[in-house]
């Protein structure tokens, strides 16, 4: 079968799944539908090892309230933190990849597409959408790293110059919200051009004045940080967020000496200059409204 059919058909499965769970039991009796155990009660932070009731770490947004590490957020939960109430519309959403290359490694790429589809009901790894942040429209896109690691393939790429011509024609700015390991090694040249494509696209908006601001969340590696992540007029990024090229294993070998302590993470980069600000999770929000709204004036 091929991908395209196969995203229709479980499409189709997914919402005859869940229309049937709501109203059918066997009997024809409307139910209540079952409840998505997708956490148990308790979690561990993962940098403290508290355990922590798992709803208080999800009313503060996945940060721990004894040490601040911010855990990873998929697009959903990452659109409720930022978008105004109701206002996200998605776009491109249709959007589809193929397999251009018939590319097969352990697995074959079909076979990983088929799987993180039907385990994300994604067809990509962003999400992207106009909306408004405290009260200023926006083009928000937002990686999911639950699918393909977030990596950036051609409809990612092609997502993202969508959001940017959408900006344009509305002038506005773009957000981009990273969380990647860079660039999908299974469209190889494809998946690299897009480092290309988008950075022209930026291009063309920063040409009319319009503001991109990017914002690093962990991780944010390879094609990814060498493209569009680093070229915001404002870059932030999540306290504690690791961000890169290669990772520091792959560094250490190659150069053969120990790595300076706290390397790659969102503090260092902001210490030797590489991003601008690290903002925690909760303040994001308020940043991004009154940054907006001072960046729309300048347009106005
Ligand atoms: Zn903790």
Redesign the pocket.
Known sequence: MDLKNFFHKVKEELTHKEAKALTDNGKGEIKHAPKVESQSHWIK?P??E?MMFFKEVEHLHHI?P??N?HMRIGANKRIQLLADEGTFVEHDSELYPNDPLHFVDSKSYQKRLEEAFSSTGKTSAIMAGSCTINGTPVELVIFDFSFLGGSLGSVEGEKIVRACNRAMEKKHGVIIVSASGGARMQESTFSLMQMAKTSAALKKLDSQGLPFISILTDPTFGGVSASFAFLGDIIMAEPGAMIGFAGARVIKQTIGKDLPEGFQSAEFLLEHGSIDMVVDRSNMKKTLGDLLAIFAKDVA
Do not use: L, V
């Open positions: 932070c940098s403290c508290s721990c004894k040490c590490f």
